[in-house]
């Protein structure tokens, strides 16, 4: 649907922004849901955060999702940051009210969380979590299993001090383990999850033998190129259930959209073969 004079304005702040699927993802529910709007990808360079950000009421957006490398440097340029998103440190949805005021808020762990619950296989509370990685992602993750009601998160890193931090800032539910002794996280855990790019197109492999997990826990990748990580390969090879990371995108852009556009939509089948040939692009 062309939108009119009067559509309801969003869109996606990062630098580059080009290879963001956001636009694709947000004007596939537009049309779907025949909503007057548009969702425009805004190359913004980090010498102008400040001043672009500031100009999106003056022009009408009703806010915009950010990404790389913007998502920590605009929280100062925020007039305010819902907890979740201090929390996790770091926004990725800037919702302006009627008064022009930015609200920054962060759907990540929604999206990890939601990719996770609508597999259907797996129960936040049975069990531990083992998580690879400490990075940005990795707070995301961290926060929604916390929230989720995980009663323990292993959490391995190769520089150990990041995992330490986590543990340190997030609480007595994370428990840092040395990048050594990642396979003995595996033991007796409901979800492994990686969060670092390692298994990415491009990237190493995540060297992880499977051997102590249980042949019933969740394995999730957040990595969604390639879809079929080697991580997830292996695990269905033993029978592990798989969740990909291509949920955790979707599920995430569901609630920014719904702020701007005014309805919630949905992740199925028709949105991720969508995506999925979009990517394949
Ligand atoms: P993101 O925001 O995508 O999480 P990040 O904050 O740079 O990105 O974090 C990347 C994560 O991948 C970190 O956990 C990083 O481990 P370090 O903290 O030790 O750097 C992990 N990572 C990246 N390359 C890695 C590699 N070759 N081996 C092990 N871990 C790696």
Known sequence: ???????????????????????????????RHGIDGAYVPLA????NLDRAIRALPALGFRGVNVTVPHKRTVMPICDRIDPLADRIG???????????????????????????????????????????????????VCVGLIDAGVPEIRL???????ARALADEFGPKIHAMPW??????????????????????????????LDALPADAVVNDIVYAPLETDLLAAARARGNPVVDGLGMLLHQARPAFEAWFGVMPAVDDETRRFILADLGK
């Open 1 to 31: 649907m062309t939108p009119s004079g009067a559509a309801r304005l969003a869109g996606v702040v990062g630098w580059p922004v080009a290879h963001s699927r956001s636009p694709r993802l947000h004007g596939f529910w537009l049309d």
């Open 44 to 47: 913004v360079h980090p010498d």
């Open 90 to 140: 770091a926004v990725n949805t800037i919702v302006a009210g009627v008064d022009g005021s930015l609200t920054g808020s962060n759907t990540d762990a929604f999206g990890f969380v939601e990719n996770l619950r609508q597999s259907g296989e797996w129960n936040p509370a049975g069990g531990s979590a083992a998580v690879i990685g400490a990075g940005g992602a990795a707070r995301a």
């Open 156 to 162: 391995v890193n190769r520089t150990e001090n990041r």
């Open 180 to 209: 050594a002794r990642r396979e003995d996280s595996l033991d007796g855990a409901t979800l492994l999850v990686n969060t670092t790019s390692l298994g990415m197109t491009g990237q190493p492999a995540l060297e992880l033998t």
